[in-house]
T-cell receptor, first 114, second 111 residues
Framework: GAGVSQSPSNKVTEKGKDVELRCDPI?????LYWYRQRLGQGLEFLIY????????KSGLPSDRFSAERTGESVSTLTIQRTQQEDSAVYLC????????????FGEGSWLTVV | GEDVEQSLFLSVREGDSSVINCTYT??????LYWYKQEPGAGLQLLTY?????DMKQDQRLTVLLNKKDKHLSLRIADTQTGDSAIYFC???????????FGTGTRLTVIP
């Protein structure tokens, strides 16, 4: 597709279960970002990938959160032992290496922990 | 979001101009952005401005940057009902890879 694609678009999970959220960036975009948006709030930065490496993980809120990226393409954000406060929209974004100042977002994965 | 501040709500009548304001704290910010978020959707990049510019215009959108006061505004001319959304201001700080977002301004356009 032409844009950043995320899946699932909606996920309801029980407290304590693990979830995986997937992001397919725009083809050729080397930089990839994960953000979290809680209901009625702005975006919190989670992690940044340049290629396959993650030079900035400063936003990950706890060790229950991890992310990986393979082949300068798909990224997976994993949340282990989910808690109710993890309920949020998880947004992925990407940007091209030739202009890292243009950052494009996907539509997000809505996670509800019950 | 505490570094970037926006008012929470703005209502305008259809056809009027809307002005959404934002203040930021880092004078070394290099780029400033406006994103639009419609209900249930992701963020759409509307426009961005480099910090050495004062103004950028793109069709109905005008961005004004007052670097001295660290104030950014987005003016939407001839506002339409389809412009109803949440508008986020964001800054890219010098040396940073990610963006810092405000809490968003919910624009309501009254027919």
């Amino acid at each position: 597709g032409a844009g950043v694609s995320q899946s699932p678009s909606n996920k309801v999970t029980e407290k304590g279960k693990d979830v995986e959220l997937r992001c397919d960036p725009i083809s050729g975009h080397t930089a990839l970002y994960w953000y979290r948006q809680r209901l009625g709030q702005g975006l919190e930065f989670l992690i940044y990938f340049q290629g396959n490496s993650a030079p900035d993980k400063s936003g990950l809120p706890s060790d229950r959160f991890s992310a990986e990226r393979t082949g300068e393409s798909v990224s997976t954000l994993t949340i282990q032992r989910t808690q109710q406060e993890d309920s949020a929209v998880y947004l992925c974004a990407s940007s091209p290496s030739r202009n890292r100042n243009t950052i494009y977002f996907g539509e997000g994965s809505w996670l509800t922990v019950v | 979001g505490e570094d970037v501040e926006q008012s929470l709500f703005l209502s305008v009548r259809e056809g009027d101009s809307s002005v959404i304001n934002c203040t930021y704290t880092d004078s070394s910010s290099t780029y400033l952005y406006w994103y639009k978020q419609e209900p249930g959707a992701g963020l759409q990049l509307l426009t961005y401005i480099f910090s050495n510019m004062d103004m950028k215009q793109d069709q109905r959108l005008t961005v004004l940057l007052n670097k001295k006061d660290k104030h950014l505004s987005l003016r939407i001319a001839d506002t339409q009902t389809g412009d109803s959304a949440i508008y986020f201001c964001a800054e890219k700080k010098s040396g940073a890879n990610n963006l810092f977002f405000g809490t968003g301004t919910r624009l309501t356009v009254i027919p």
